[in-house]
């Protein structure tokens, strides 16, 4: 697909716009704080299955107090997998700090591409209703006319749901849109709405646009 046959290009969040600064040491940190000490290795495999856990919820993080307690169940799961007794809001502190992200490699100097060519642009993730501030702490929201998160949809994908509420708000075609993302969900969800799809690196896909 080249760029002169598409209108509007939303983007997948994670793994494709930003990803996760390792907090393996943020967490490690926050527990010898605690008293509690266990290998970089078991911290890690605990983080994955909270990370797995947030995946299926995002959703339920509508508001600041949704996310408050998405944040306390999400540091439970974490805890409980560790096997550590402590309560979660005792290293909930640490654990959202430990939540620090950055712009995936040439992301930006993507969206500076696609914003040149005066495409209708948008974000389309599973996250709670903390994305858009994710977002401008990585220097990436200014590129977007609108984010779209599970949190706002009530729904994660591939429910189609999260790209045609995007497409509405872009007054987009689904035929003349692309969507960029990094998993099976997202290939499926794009698709089920009627729109193109392309595999991250974000900036492969753009690049391919102009080819």
């Known amino acids: 697909m080249r760029s002169a046959d598409i209108d509007c ?11 996760l600064e390792d907090p393996v040491p943020a967490l490690e940190n926050g527990l010898r704080r605690h008293g509690v000490v266990r290998s970089r290795a078991a911290i890690t495999a605990a983080f994955k299955i909270e990370m797995e856990y947030y995946r299926e919820r995002s959703f339920e993080g509508r508001d600041s107090t949704s996310l408050e307690r998405l944040r306390r169940d999400c540091c439970g799961v974490f805890l409980t997998s560790l096997g550590v007794e402590l309560e979660p809001e005792e290293l909930l502190p640490d654990f959202v700090a430990s939540l620090r992200f950055r712009a995936e490699p040439g992301a930006i100097e993507a969206m500076r591409l696609l914003r040149s060519r005066g495409l209708a642009l948008a974000v389309v993730s599973n996250w709670d209703c903390s994305l858009e501030q994710r977002l401008e702490e990585t220097g990436l929201l200014e590129f977007f006319d609108c984010t779209v998160s599970s949190a706002l949809v009530g729904a994660t994908k591939p429910d189609p749901r999260l790209f045609l509420y995007a497409l509405e708000l872009l007054s987009a075609a689904p035929e003349r849109s692309l969507h960029i993302g990094d998993s099976e969900d997202d290939r499926s969800g794009a698709i089920s709405a009627g729109m193109e799809f392309a595999w991250a690196p974000l900036q492969t896909a753009v690049k391919a646009l102009s080819e």
């Open 9 to 19: 290009v939303t983007v997948d969040a994670y793994g494709t716009l930003v990803a």
